[in-house]
């Protein structure tokens, strides 16, 4: 009942910056928290940043102060601006939305790769 879809992720140079972005559709009724997953080879799938309904975010230790992650409640997308990344971001990052159809659910996109060269 309902799909995400994440775009913006790539290769780029230490130092430089992306943005990602999650679009959700389909039958939905209501989202309370749209957030960022990655997960680097050999590791557990770990949370980056979050975005409540009401606007409160929530960052890993990691990224704060580098990752921003805001959403467009209209548009049912949610979006991390990345800013100096490093090696050790790169990971597959996967959107994640719990919303509600019929009832609250949790959803994942595909994933998007992310790759930072030094």
């Known amino acids: 009942q309902v799909q995400l879809v994440e775009s913006g992720g790539g290769l780029v140079q230490a130092g430089g910056s992306l943005r990602l972005s999650c679009a959700a559709s389909g039958s939905i009724f209501a989202i309370s928290t749209m957030g960022w997953y990655r997960q680097a080879p050999g590791k557990q799938r770990e949370l980056v940043a979050a975005?409540?309904?009401?606007?409160?975010?929530n960052y890993a230790d990691s990224v704060k102060g580098r990752f921003t992650v805001s959403r467009d409640n209209a548009k049912n997308t949610v979006y991390l601006q990345m800013v100096s990344l490093k090696p050790e971001d790169t990971a597959v990052y996967y959107c994640n939305a719990n919303a509600r159809a019929t009832y609250y659910f949790d959803y994942w996109g595909q994933g998007t790769q992310v790759t930072v060269s030094s």
């Open positions: 975005v409540t309904s009401g606007g409160s975010t």
